[in-house]
């Protein structure tokens, strides 16, 4: 299978961190710029256009979600993944409504994160254990839903996040589930979609709480 | 505020009496120096002033008393009070040549005497709360008199509290504003110095003490920088840190630690939900433990995935210690493997609890570990399909 080179903006305020991801990803992975702030960031994003912007959580200038909210309206075409040290979960939530299409922790190998990258520029969502933690968190029953399709998740789509969060791959769920890798792809699409606009609580609380920072 | 901005003019730092153009002490022309008018208007002034009973003449003595000779340092306190005390004295007799009402002139010169004086506590030499108080007093006897003189019987029993009210909220008003943002600005830095100092303290007692042993013991780098971020990161995000002794999270939690510190792996620990800790469940820490402890030495590699997911009830509890190592054949483990038959599978049954061991060469290992939790519903569904789980009773 021929994997196509993807254009990926890296942003992220430590150039040590930069410079760490950069030597990690993989040759089909292609890094066509880099910034340190929200600030250069936005300009940069808007002229490369690129396939992937990975995005630090946390920048001195407002956060990876200031970046998304500029970039998002003009360049629909790109991409965000989150990219964090963060254990918070505000830090995680706001970002992925304000529109990443998902987030993983620093501690990632470069193969996997290269992996991400591929995921992310073909539209579909990438959740590292400990985001799927924070999503069957959010989406433990107990609160009066008002939109069961946004607020609930499918037994299904629980599954998939619970595999996720014991560390497994997508490929490794598809098999254990029986389902094609597709399937689970989709699954995991429709948990980023409710993720996005569902107004459970304790999301609309996190995406609240980032805001107001 | 106001009133505080009146207190810096009555300090009448400009005026000085002049030294050439003087008349009898070159009071006139001092002021008119500094109002930059002619020193005739200004003698005009005080001359109309002096056939109001004389008005013009005390507060030229006043004012003599006020302004400072040529170069002179300010005048003594001595000097402003009896100088002020002349001009008031100048105004109210100015009034009455106007044909003012005693019943006016008096309150009006009383209240006027306690704004100047709450304001003006430096002028006078009085502390910042005497004179406060001594404005008070006179501004409130000027209202009350006031209202006496102007008001029969039972007029003044309804406007005195008013008023009196009034000059209160005049005086205390600014005064308690002041008070408060001192008190709010005081506490704020005190705060910030507080946070300053406790992350210096954390910063010295943590990040650089593991630099220290770092660069005296490189061989430790990795045991010793996870341990400094598995502390900062229970530190930065509070919400995640380990729950107190008390509950399972909390449990799991340091018992991941342990292993990260004994055998220098990773063990990421995602939670969803917990509970207090009782002996069941600590059974199943303990058991939880042994399987990180497994993974640690016989994977191969050097990170493990833990998963706790507690029922939104706190009954139904599962852990799932994950690796993506060399795994093995259950079926083929010596008997007299105590880690595996005893220390999980044991622990576990003791308790009423489930162990499950998955695992084949080269496909890594996952040990589940289940409490509480009715085999139906919803988890049949994960369970039925996976590959036959080697299971060992």
């Keep these: 299978m021929s994997v196509p080179l993807r254009r990926v903006v890296l942003v992220d305020d430590h150039d040590l961190f930069r410079a760490g991801v950069r030597a990690g990803l993989g040759k089909t992975v292609e890094v066509v710029g880099e910034a340190g702030s929200v600030a250069d960031a936005v300009p940069l ?10 995005l630090d959580v946390h920048l001195p200038d407002g956060g990876g979600q200031a970046v998304i909210v500029q970039v998002a309206p ?12 963060s254990d918070a979960a505000e830090d995680v939530i706001g970002v992925i409504r304000a529109g990443a299409r998902g987030y993983v922790t620093k501690a990632i190998s470069g193969a996997e994160l290269t992996e991400a990258v591929h995921r992310t520029a073909d539209g579909d969502a990438v959740f590292s254990p400990r985001l799927a933690g ?33 560390g497994y791959r997508y490929k490794e769920i598809a098999s254990r589930l029986h389902l094609s890798p597709r399937t689970v792809e989709s699954h995991v699409s429709a948990v980023l979609r409710k993720l996005q606009l569902s107004s459970r609580n304790e999301l609309t609380r996190w995406a609240a709480e980032r805001r107001l920072i | ?85 002349l001009l008031v004295w100048s105004a109210i007799l100015t009034m009455r040549g106007l044909g003012l009402a005693d019943s006016l002139v008096w309150p009006l ?58 000059a209160l909220l005049l005086v205390v008003g600014p005064w308690a504003w002041r008070l408060t943002r001192e008190r709010d600005a005081e506490r704020a830095e005190r705060v910030r110095t507080e946070e300053r100092a406790d992350l210096a303290a954390r910063v010295h007692d943590s990040v650089l003490q593991t630099l220290t042993l770092i660069q005296k013991n490189p061989a430790d780098a990795r045991t010793l920088a996870r341990r400094q971020e598995r502390e900062l990161r229970a530190w930065l995000y509070p919400d995640r840190e380990p729950a107190a002794g008390g509950t399972l999270a909390g449990a799991v939690e340091a018992a991941a630690a342990e292993i990260e510190e004994v055998h220098g792996v990773r063990v990421e620990v995602v939670r969803t939900g917990d509970a207090p800790l009782d002996d069941r469940l600590q059974a199943l820490v303990l058991a939880a433990r042994e399987a990180m402890a497994n993974a640690a030495r016989h994977s191969g590699v050097d990170e493990v995935s833990v998963f706790l997911d507690v029922d939104a009830d706190g009954n139904g509890v599962s852990l799932y210690v994950r690796d993506r190592g060399k795994g093995f054949d259950p079926e083929a483990v010596a008997a007299d493997r105590r880690g595996l038959a ?11 609890g489930i162990a499950r061991i998955v695992s084949a060469p080269g496909e890594g290992t996952e040990v589940e570990l289940e409490i509480g939790r009715r085999l139906d519903g919803a988890r049949q569904g994960a369970e039925g399909s996976a590959p036959p789980a080697p299971e060992r009773k």
């Excluded at chain 2, 220390?343 to 009423?352: F, Q, T």
């Design chain 2, 342 to 352: 005893e220390s999980i599978r044991g622990r576990m049954e003791r308790v009423g």
């Design chain 1, 134 to 166: 924070f999503v069957l968190d959010a989406f433990r029953s107990g609160d009066p839903v008002a939109d069961p399709e946004l607020d609930m998740l499918t037994a299904r789509e629980r599954e998939v996040l619970q595999l996720i969060a014991r």
């Design chain 1, 45 to 54: 994003i808007k002229e490369l256009d690129p396939d992937v912007v990975l």
């Design chain 2, 109 to 166: 010169a009383l209240v006027a005497a306690g704004i100047v004086i709450a304001a003006g506590a430096h002028t006078f030499g009085l502390g910042d709360r005497r004179a406060q108080v001594v404005g008070l007093v006179l501004m409130v006897a000027g209202v009350v008199l006031f209202v006496d003189r102007n008001h029969g019987g039972g007029a003044s029993t309804v406007l005195a509290p008013g008023a009196v009210a009034v």
């Design chain 1, 74 to 85: 003009e360049r629909p075409g790109v991409k965000f993944l989150a990219l964090s040290v």
């Design chain 2, 1 to 85: 505020m106001s009133v505080r901005s009146l207190g810096i003019q009555v300090a009448l730092p400009r005026f000085e009496r002049a030294e050439r153009d003087r008349v009898v002490a070159g009071v006139c022309a001092g002021i008119a120096e500094a109002l930059a008018v002619d020193a005739t208007l200004v003698r005009l002034v005080f001359a109309l002033l002096a056939l109001a009973s004389g008005a013009g003449i005390v507060a030229y003595v006043g004012a003599w008393a006020l302004l400072p000779a040529p170069g002179a340092p300010p005048v003594t306190r001595k000097r402003r009070i009896s100088g002020v005390v």
